[in-house]
Structures are given as C-alpha cells and as structure tokens.
C-alpha cells in the first residue's frame, strides 16, 4: 500500500471543550498534505459563539471536516473520542487534543508508521512552543527535563527513526491507532478518567501488537499558563497512575518516587522533633535532593543558553511535590472528580 492509499485511511478525532485554541489547531493540521483527503471530526459543545461560528464556517468551506456537539456527563473526553472513532470509517485513527499545534511534516510522518501491518498504536513527542508565557515554558521545560524522569521521552525529539516503547511511552494529545486494534480494546473505557489513553495503550501491548513513538512527527502542546494550573496538572498526573496499577496495568516503580520522597520527607519531618539525628538526616537528604535538581537544572541551561531556566531550580520540586501529593490524595481518597469544568454539562 502506497503513502496515498495511507492517507486516504485516516480519521482524525478532536475532542473539544470549545476553547479558541481549538480553530489555531485546526488551522495547523490544514497546513498538513493530503489532509483533504482525511476524515477531520471535531467532537463537543462550543460555548464560545465566536468559536462555533468559525467552525460553521470551517466545516461549509471544508467537508471533510465535521462537527459532533456533544458532551457526556461522566468519562467526558474517553466518551467524545469514542463517538468521533464511531462517526468514522477510515482504517487509522488519529487522536489529538485540541490545544496542539501541528507541524506541516506530522500527517505524513506518522501515517508512514504504519506500513509495517505489526504496528498498532504510533505516539509522537509533545513540545513546548515558543508563543507561550515564561512560566508555561518553564513547566514544559520541567517535563523533558531528567527530574520527570522516563516520561522525559515524551517530551522531547531525539532519534531519526520510529522506535518500540512500552505503554508508558505514549502521549494522549498526539496518538494513532489502527482502527480494528482499537476496536478490539473496546476504544477508551469512559469509566475511567484519567489516564485511559495508557489504559488503551496497556491493553493493545497486552494483546501483543506494535507500539512506536516517532520522535519526528511531534505536535507543540500549549502547557498550562499558571503555577496553579501546572499544580493542578502534574497532581492529576500523580493521582492517575495510582488508578492505573488499580485497574490492574503493570507496576512501574519509577513513576511512583515522588510519592516515596514525600512519604520520606514527611515521616523523617515528624521524626526531627523527636531525634537530632533523624534531623539530621532529613537535611542529608534534602542537600542531596537538592544537588539533584540542581545538576539537571544546569543541564537544561547548558542546552537552552537561557539563564531565566535556571528557575527550574523551584519548578522541578513544585513538580515533584504536586505530582507526590497526586499518588497519596488518590490513596487515601481515591477516585476524586479530576476532570476540568469547562465543556461539563450544567443540567
């Protein structure tokens, strides 16, 4: 099968909560060749008018993009991908979210992974750009840096050529499926929510199909504007990934040590009232800690050539908290509402 053939099996699904952003994602993938060619449904409820009227005008001009407005009152983005697949019948399924812009090469780069028939799920990395606030670049920055540790891989290019991962390795905002593999799985669980991009993700590795990450077909995801944001974020990434090894994935002790550094500062904190060498130890292990961060901080620094990053020095442990403190809320309080209000239903 020819890059043509490709192209004209593809169906890209775009969940929605109706931001503006949304019609700057779009423009991005029109830039893409042979994207007539493909199937474009954006799916959910436009609250902005400005917004849906651009898009009424966008669908009239271009047929091979439609709109579904809809929105689910529980398990809301799984529940929208899955209509837009549903609405589809094209043989690749290609997931993005709706604040990602899209370089011209990423259509073609990532429908070419799939000429190999072994290959079910292709995820590509997800970058920071450049229109962005410092404190959004800043959060992104910490993502690829060596302080996130593995997922670090999501975030940045590296290699020249498509590569087996794990589950793991994948990012939600930038993925492709193939249609009778996602089928199989029975599409995202909407009773799950986060994280049933990985669940996905699990169960196609589990039935032993091909997953890749093509490190040159990446999109430029917009990170969050505000501390809070990015607290709110990285808390809910944390929280997830206690789901996960709920919902019975493989236990992967990596993600987990920012639960264990807190659970660690937390017990010897307590113990420092009580023992001077428990106090003492506790700042062993903050000096170390702080060492650390230190060195991948000088290490992003010595890369980018912008000394306003070595503020990565505070936002990495901001990371590491939130994230710690994700794992342990979902412990002791598990299944908590993590989903963001914009696009709920009101009624």
């Known amino acids: 099968m020819n890059m043509n053939d490709f192209l004209n099996g593809l169906a890209i699904v775009i969940p929605t909560m109706g931001r503006p952003i949304l019609l700057r994602t779009l423009s991005s993938l029109l830039a893409n060749p042979g994207i007539e060619r493909c199937e474009l449904v954006v799916v959910g409820v436009i609250p902005d008018p400005s ?24 398990g809301d983005a799984s529940e929208k991908r899955n209509t837009g697949a ?51 670049r800043l959060a992104g920055m910490a993502l690829s840096s060596r302080a996130a540790g593995n997922v670090s891989a999501r975030y940045v290019t590296g290699g020249d050529a498509p590569r087996p991962i794990k589950w793991s390795g994948i990012i939600g905002c930038n993925m492709l499926f193939r249609r009778s593999v996602f089928n199989e799985i029975g599409g995202f669980d909407p009773n799950f929510c ?9 169960k196609t590795s589990q ?3 091909q997953l890749l990450f093509n490190p040159k077909a990446p999109v430029f995801h917009y ?44 017990v010897l904190g307590v113990g420092a009232f009580w023992s001077v060498w ?22 992003v620094v010595a890369t980018s050539r912008r000394w306003g990053d070595l503020l990565l020095v505070f936002i990495q442990p901001f990371m590491h908290l ?17 989903s963001d209000a914009l696009g709920k239903p009101t009624d």
Request: glycine share 6%; aromatic share 12%.
């Open 51 to 74: 917004v849906a009227n651009a898009l009424v005008e966008i669908t009239a001009k271009l047929p091979f993009i439609r709109h579904l407005s809809v929105r689910f009152a529980t």
């Open 322 to 338: 939130s994230y710690g403190a994700g794992i342990w809320t979902e412990v002791f309080r598990p299944d908590k509402d993590l």
């Open 194 to 202: 986060l994280g049933e991009e990985m669940q996905a993700s699990f």
């Open 223 to 266: 990170p969050k504007q505000s501390f809070r944001g990015f607290w709110r974020q990285i808390f809910r990434y944390g929280a997830t990934r206690i789901r996960l090894i709920r919902s019975g994935v493989e236990v992967e002790w990596g993600p987990l040590v920012p639960g264990l550094w807190l659970f660690s500062i937390v």
């Open 86 to 136: 549903k609405a589809t019948t094209l043989p690749i399924l290609a997931f993005l979210d709706d604040d990602v812009h899209v370089p011209p090469g990423w259509l073609a780069e990532m429908i070419a992974c799939f000429q190999d028939p072994m290959v079910a799920l292709v995820s590509g990395p997800s970058l920071v750009p450049d229109d962005i606030s410092w404190i959004a």
């Open 207 to 209: 039935r032993g199909h």
């Open 278 to 299: 428990i106090a003492r130890l506790l700042m062993l292990e903050l000096v170390l800690y702080a060492l650390v961060i230190l060195a991948f901080t000088l290490e």
